[in-house]
């Protein structure tokens, strides 16, 4: 199918308008807060992972989203299932690698499914950088490595899978590998509460069924860079900003997107 390009504002009036119904394989500690997230912002979540049906879904579903966070035999099975069908019906799907380097057998799982090339790569620097096989100090889920220093990494992964590639920390960046665009925003508490990053994941691969898929990624990170400003104000630490985010989500309006000038392109 093909999508138009959309700016952010854009895209948030045809995300909420369409509603589009998302499938997020993604782990156990981001399932509920991921689902919330896509509910506030106005897409319809579908938390479908086993092998038995993830690949029948993804080809109904209008984008489908896979985070390696937590993984056992079967969960990858049903990760393969699912963007095997997905690119087998044009359905666009978004791969967040976590931690991918912390144990051979989730480098493995990476690997498999890198190779069959994600419409979107949204990862941390550190995890960009090691996948494009560069050196990285980090051993967990956070980053160890500016955003900056992994751009010729992304430039490079993009081009190899043929898609785009978000790199996300205190400033965001995306490429498909000729263009990049820089996000700014959020707050500095959005690191410090669990699987906002993995939510984040599963809304790029809602916004990449109402745009293409540079503008999805743009579009999740700038109305994700508006919502955690605004929550950010308001918080009296992590546990409230959590459900101030949420709320944020659901009051950012076109309008705001429209007026915040959070994107630049280089």
């Known amino acids: 199918m093909q999508r138009t390009s959309l700016s952010p504002a854009d895209a948030l009036s045809a995300l909420r308008a369409e509603a589009p119904l998302t499938q997020c394989i993604t782990n156990y500690v981001a399932m509920n807060i991921a689902a919330n997230t896509l509910l506030a912002a106005g897409a319809a979540p579908a938390m479908v992972h086993t092998v038995e049906e993830s690949g029948a879904f993804a080809r109904i579903a209008r984008a489908v989203t896979i985070n390696i966070g937590t993984l056992s035999p079967a969960w990858v099975d049903g990760m393969r299932a699912a963007a095997t069908a997905a690119n087998e019906v044009g359905t666009p799907w978004v791969l967040d690698p976590v931690a991918h380097f912390a144990s ?46 992994a751009e010729p990494a992304a430039r490079q992964l993009a081009l190899e899978i043929g898609g785009v590639v978000a790199v996300t920390g205190t400033v965001d960046l995306v490429t498909d590998g000729t263009h990049v665009a820089t996000i700014t925003g959020g707050s500095p508490l959005m690191p410090r509460v669990t699987a906002l990053g993995c939510s984040l994941t599963c809304l790029m691969g809602a916004y990449a069924a109402v745009t293409t898929p540079m503008h999805a990624a743009i579009a999740a990170l700038a109305l994700f860079a508006e919502a ?19 709320d944020a989500l659901a009051a950012v309006t076109p309008a705001d997107l429209d007026a915040n000038g959070r994107v630049s392109w280089g």
């Open 104 to 149: 051979p057998y989730r480098a493995e799982a990476a690997r498999t499914l890198l190779a069959l090339r994600p419409t979107i790569l949204r990862g941390n620097a550190s995890e960009i950088l090691a996948l494009a096989g560069g050196d990285t100090t980090a051993r967990g889920v956070d980053a160890a490595d500016p955003v900056m220093a």
């Open 228 to 246: 955690g400003e605004r929550a950010g104000r308001v918080a009296e630490g992590p546990g409230s900003f959590g459900w101030q985010f949420l």
